[in-house]
């Protein structure tokens, strides 16, 4: 399609009726999915999604995947730190999540990015001069993303989450003080991959385990990070993200 022409048409529509539905709904598609695949489009996502949702409380019915998107964009805005007001639209964030948690609360996504928003104030904590402030938040999230494994009807993708989530810190010197902290998760990555029917998240979190040596040496390491990886691939061939990760894996061991 001719996307700028069709955008003015339903810009065009908004002008004559600013609140109507079907031209918001196709103007928040349109920039959702473009965030979704990398484009810095949340001021509009946030801009179209807060227009539906006062349509839908109007209603009395609010739709989840709108609610989710109006509390990604929040997210996302603060996380940029673009913006003086930092701390108000992350607290818009939480209030989203926290309301689409209790909509679809078997819903794993609620758990990762209620995580997320935490890792955020933690940052926002720190920049005010509390240095507790990203450990508390680090802990906070664990709590979430374990929650999200018992409440979660997707195992796989809950634990994937929680075990991605984990492996940011997991054998960083920074902020890991145990020297088999990534071993260790490595291992339970592993047994859970045994114990569920065979996952490409759960790979794919087991490829990224293998991105930092740990107790391997780098370049078995890295050989058993494609192995992973290629794994991920033959399970979901059509994810793109798991090619690029395995295209970065083998860059690095051909290097």
């Known amino acids: 399609p001719n996307w700028p022409k069709v955008l ?3 810009n065009a529509v908004l002008k004559v009726e600013p609140k109507q539905p079907k031209a918001l709904k196709k103007l928040f598609d349109y920039f959702y999915e473009m965030s979704d695949l990398g ?7 946030q801009e179209y999604s807060e227009k539906l949702l006062e349509i839908q409380r109007e209603q009395g019915q609010v739709d989840p995947e709108v609610l989710l998107a109006h509390g990604r964009a929040a997210l996302e ?22 309301e689409y948690a209790q909509l679809q609360p078997q819903d794993a996504q609620a758990y990762r990015y209620l995580a997320e928003a935490k890792l955020v104030q933690g940052e926002i904590e720190g920049s005010r001069g509390n240095l507790q402030g990203s450990q508390t938040a ?32 997991a054998g960083d010197p920074v902020v890991s003080t145990d020297p088999n902290e990534l071993d260790l ?3 339970q990555i592993l047994q859970l991959a045994k114990e569920l029917p065979p996952d490409d998240r759960i790979y794919s979190a087991l490829a ?9 040496n780098q370049s078995r390491s890295l050989d058993l990070g494609i192995q992973a990886i290629q794994k991920a691939v033959e ?12 295209a970065n894996l083998l860059y690095r061991k051909s290097s």
Not at 208 to 216: A, D
Request: glycine share 4%; aromatic share 12%.
């Open 77 to 98: 805005i603060a996380r940029a730190g673009a913006v003086t007001y930092r701390q108000e639209i992350l607290s818009e964030a939480v209030k989203d999540f926290q």
């Open 208 to 216: 990224r385990s293998y991105e930092r040596p740990g107790n391997l």
């Open 8 to 10: 003015g048409c339903w």
């Open 138 to 169: 680090r802990r906070d999230a664990m709590v979430i993303l374990e929650d999200g494994v018992q409440q979660a009807d997707d195992k796989a993708e809950a634990w994937a989450q929680k075990f991605n989530f984990q492996l940011q810190f």
């Open 235 to 246: 399970l979901d061939p059509d994810n793109v993200f798991h090619y690029l990760h395995l």
């Open 39 to 45: 484009q810095n489009a949340w001021q509009q996502v």
């Open 185 to 187: 998760l490595r291992q």
